[in-house]
């Protein structure tokens, strides 16, 4: 198959379908890694062009960082940006991190100003990533503490970045640095 041919889609095949994403989160700021991965092939039209085969490399003392996210009040897509002859997409993930602790108001403050690597899982099994060498992504947190009738008290992040695709993340599970799952 030549590089610029397509390829055939078809139906799910009875196979689940499912929506959302996993309670699992995981990040790590763009200077914590010595080798950022990329797509197996960069100019392949099947899943080798969205595909990164290889794990990313941490410096000494560095890894991902784990989160929990309330999978109800989580959300994945991607809306095209740009203009006609130089579209792409801005992958967002919006996550929802329950709770006023602390440690997640820390969070806050270290990601707003920083860009990532952001990994997570899709109800399907497939692990996502935004963010890419030379291209982070922006985390940007805002809380809300809802009201005592209504609403839930904690914080949401907002994941994204500008690339020409989704990149998946093939792998495998990333490796949390804390086994608590907090703040470095």
């Known amino acids: 198959m030549a590089s610029t041919d397509y390829v055939d889609l078809g139906t799910p095949r009875g196979r689940d379908n499912a929506p ?11 200077d914590y890694f010595d080798t950022i991965s990329d797509v197996v092939d960069p100019a392949s039209f099947d899943g080798d062009a969205v595909r990164i085969d290889t794990p990313h490399v ?18 994945f897509g991607a809306e095209p940006a740009g203009d006609v002859d130089a579209e ?20 806050a403050r270290r990601v707003k100003n920083d860009r990532f690597i952001v990994i997570f899982e899709s109800q399907n099994g497939k692990f996502i990533q935004l963010g ?50 907090g703040a470095v």
């Open 132 to 181: 890419a060498k030379n291209n982070g992504a922006k985390i940007v947190p805002s809380y809300d503490a809802g009201t005592v009738g209504n609403g839930g008290n904690g914080w949401s992040f907002e994941t994204s970045y500008y690339d020409n695709f989704i990149r998946y993340y093939g792998a495998g599970e990333p490796t949390p640095l804390q086994s608590d799952g």
């Open 58 to 75: 941490f410096k000494a003392s560095k890894g991902w960082i784990k989160v929990y996210a309330t999978i109800e009040k989580s959300n």
């Open 88 to 107: 792409m997409f801005q992958p967002k993930l919006t996550f929802y991190h329950p709770g006023d602790e602390e440690d997640a108001a820390a969070m």
């Open 20 to 30: 959302g994403i996993k309670q699992n989160i995981w990040y790590a700021p763009m």
